[in-house]
């Protein structure tokens, strides 16, 4: 694997993600420190991350401090205030009697409504900071998720980059697609198949990559994309190939290739 192809591996980001294992780590650390390359896309790496950690990041509200404050000094003059102690009665009876008579009930009526309103009201807030509590926890769930699956995918790309029988070809984009790039992972001894295509633009609806062998001058179709087999899942077995080329199809792919929709191609 050449100095382009390590530093589009995207080990880079992942060490300063802190997801690279301790051994990708001290590999990346030592080719840093001899390769001036790799040590410029690392710098400019680290740079870009920082730039949008900034730009996403969120100011508190102006009005914090000063609610932060009014709710200290509430509770320092709640413990400040003494609890209310009535004097015992000589007579309670008739005390607790005149009492009783002194409080309409619609003033009673009232005490209750509000208590019940209040009570109503917490239970509110409590079911709707619980709902706003959940909502984080499946975000960072389906964030981990996502973390898992690029971290599954860098893995098993650093396999293939390290498995001498793997013959890796670059795919580049041609005529309308020039930013457009994707490779081919081909197994000398099996004769299998996978393709890395997380560089092309997301298929519209309705239409699928389609992986092009060339053999003998005809093409030949070595499978459908999907993103799911990414990089994980062969796509099909070709036996000899003299390039490969991806093209633009109907889902679930076409007998010949459509050569205006044609993206990428690589010769071996």
């Known amino acids: 694997m050449n100095t382009k192809e390590y530093i589009s591996s995207g080990i880079i980001e992942s060490y300063i993600l802190g997801h690279a294992s301790?051994?990708?780590?001290?590999?990346?650390?030592?080719?840093?420190?001899?390769n001036a390359e790799v040590r410029a896309a690392f710098e400019e790496a680290q740079k870009t991350l920082e730039n949008l950690a900034t730009a996403q990041a969120i100011a508190p509200p102006d009005d914090?401090?000063?609610?932060?404050?009014?709710?200290?000094?509430?509770?320092?003059?709640?413990?400040?205030?003494?609890?209310?102690?009535?004097?015992?009665?000589?007579?309670?009876s008739l005390e607790v009697s005149e009492v009783k008579k002194s409080i309409p009930w619609k003033t009673l009526g009232i005490a209750a409504s509000v208590l019940f309103l209040a009570s109503v009201a917490g239970n509110l807030f409590w079911v709707s900071k619980q709902s706003e509590v959940q909502k984080e926890i499946a975000v960072m769930k389906a964030e981990k998720q996502s973390q898992d699956l690029a971290m599954q995918k860098m893995n098993q790309k650093i396999t293939m980059f390290s498995n001498p029988e793997m013959q890796m070809v670059m795919l580049k984009g041609v005529e309308n697609h020039k930013d457009a790039k994707a490779m081919v992972f081909w197994d000398k001894k099996t004769k299998e198949v996978y393709l890395n295509a997380e560089n092309l633009p997301k298929?519209?609806?309705?239409?699928?990559?389609?992986?092009?062998?060339?053999?003998?001058?005809k093409p030949v179709s070595a499978g459908?994309?999907?993103?799911?087999?990414?990089?994980?899942?062969?796509?099909?077995?070709?036996?000899?190939?003299?390039?490969?080329?991806?093209?633009?199809?109907?889902?679930?792919?076409?007998?010949?290739?459509?050569?205006e929709n044609m993206f990428v191609m690589g010769e071996i």
């Open 224 to 259: 459908m994309y999907s993103e799911d087999k990414d990089s994980q899942v062969a796509l099909a077995s070709i036996p000899k190939a003299q390039a490969f080329a991806i093209t633009l199809e109907k889902e679930g792919g076409s007998p010949v290739p459509t050569m």
């Open 22 to 34: 301790p051994e990708e780590a001290g590999i990346l650390e030592c080719v840093i420190k001899n």
């Open 64 to 92: 914090l401090k000063s609610k932060i404050w009014n709710k200290i000094q509430k509770e320092q003059n709640f413990e400040e205030e003494k609890p209310f102690s009535p004097e015992i009665s000589a007579t309670p």
């Open 203 to 217: 298929a519209p609806a309705g239409m699928q990559y389609q992986l092009w062998a060339i053999e003998d001058g």
